[in-house]
């Protein structure tokens, strides 16, 4: 078949809302657009383990630590689902592991901020796991079928997420004044860069008109943003706390919550690897794959000697 004609049809599936395949014939920038975004995706999930993981032998009760423990282990989980969706478009998970070590593949810059106290294990439940929800909902619908199917998934696992978050700030929030203290400095922390976890504005993002094109995102960095303010602004109410906003405030006119300026220097500075704690976040992963050399060795061995049974 002519390449034009694969194409039509690519375009026809990408229409009528049919998902696309691995063995599907796609345009070679629909793969590469999915490999970049699908791997950056599963490292955020693996690197988002690292600040959570700080906590684990500090949390306040065996509750927490045991809820703690699955978290992480549900992230780590969402990595590999992700992995493997990324391994369907061509790609093996080493190349795309030796890109997140080498500084080519990005990772969710969020995970550049450190976790100083208990409260930011809740602030990172309900804000950070929050935006991801808000962004991954609209990716259960993306055009390519394995990620659509991985999200489905972790959406139901995010959502748990979010709520053990926030129940954990809720408890803060009525605890002692120190408590309250600490709830309150956690989200002044993480509002802003959970805010920046939904990528540039839209006047300033480079893939969003080809992928929104592709079907691969269906809403723009700015419009989730928005629907994310607003969701926040609503359930804060709740903790008695306060966003560190002096511009938040209801448009009745817009239906919407209007807000401040996000400090887009600092996004693109964490971004470029100059976060507070990018250069640790790396060498831990780095570290981490030197570490499991031996495991990998000894599995690849026993599924050769399997095969020769
Ligand atoms: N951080 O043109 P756009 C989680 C890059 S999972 C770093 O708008 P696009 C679960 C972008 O890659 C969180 N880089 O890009 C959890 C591009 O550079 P490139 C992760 C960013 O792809 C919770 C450039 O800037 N979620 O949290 C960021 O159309 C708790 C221009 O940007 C996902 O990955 C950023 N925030 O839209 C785990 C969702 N924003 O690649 C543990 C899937 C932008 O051309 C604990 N990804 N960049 O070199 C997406 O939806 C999209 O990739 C966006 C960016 C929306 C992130």
Same mark, same amino acid.
């Given at each position: ?6 194409? @039509? ?25 999915? &490999? ?10 693996? $690197? ?5 993981? *700080?906590?684990?032998?500090?949390? =306040?009760?065996?509750?927490?630590? /045991? ?15 992700? %992995?493997?969706?990324? @391994? ?10 030796? #890109? ?9 810059? &969020? ?10 294990? +809740? ?13 991954? !909902?609209? /990716? ?6 394995? %990620?659509?199917?991985?999200? !489905?998934?972790?959406?139901?696992? @995010? ?33 802003? =860069? ?14 969003? #008109? ?18 994310? $303010? ?29 807000? +401040? ?8 500075? !964490?971004?470029?690897? *100059?976060? =507070? ?12 794959? @030197? ?8 599995? $690849? ?9």
């Amino acid at each position: 078949m002519s390449a034009l004609k694969e194409e @039509e049809i690519f375009l026809k599936k990408i229409e009528e809302e049919t998902k696309i395949e691995p063995k599907d014939w796609m345009p070679e920038a629909y793969r590469k657009t999915n &490999i970049r975004q699908i791997s950056q995706h599963a490292h955020s999930e693996i $690197v988002g383990t690292l600040p959570e993981g *700080n906590w684990i032998g500090r949390a =306040p009760s065996l509750k927490r630590k /045991l809820i703690l423990l699955a978290k992480i282990q549900d992230e780590a989980g969402h990595g590999l689902y992700l %992995y493997s969706a990324c @391994e369907t478009l061509g790609i093996t998970r080493e190349e795309t592991i030796n #890109d997140l070590h080498s500084g080519k593949a990005k990772y969710a810059s &969020i995970f550049n901020y450190p976790t100083l106290t208990w409260a930011d294990i +809740g602030a990172i439940g309900w804000l950070v796991d929050g935006a991801a929800i808000m962004n991954q !909902v609209m /990716l259960t619908r993306t055009s390519y079928g394995p %990620y659509a199917r991985a999200m !489905v998934k972790i959406c139901k696992e @995010e959502s748990f997420h979010q709520r053990q978050g926030f129940e954990s700030l809720l408890v803060l929030s009525k605890g002692t004044t120190e408590q309250q203290q600490m709830c309150q400095d956690a989200i002044n922390r993480w509002w802003w =860069p959970a805010l920046m976890m939904f990528g540039p504005k839209d006047s300033e993002s480079t893939n969003s #008109d080809q992928s929104m094109k592709w079907k691969i995102k269906r809403k723009s960095n700015d419009e989730l943003r928005q629907n994310f $303010v607003d969701m926040i602004a609503e359930q804060i109410k709740f903790l008695g706390m306060k966003l560190p906003d002096d511009k938040l405030k209801w448009n009745n006119k817009k239906k919407q919550y209007d807000w +401040g300026e996000i400090n887009w220097e600092e996004f693109w500075n !964490v971004i470029k690897g *100059n976060g =507070p704690c990018n250069f640790e976040r790396v060498a831990a992963r780095k570290k981490a794959w @030197e570490n499991g050399e031996w495991v990998r060795q000894a599995a $690849v061995a026993h599924s050769n000697k399997s095969k020769t049974k």
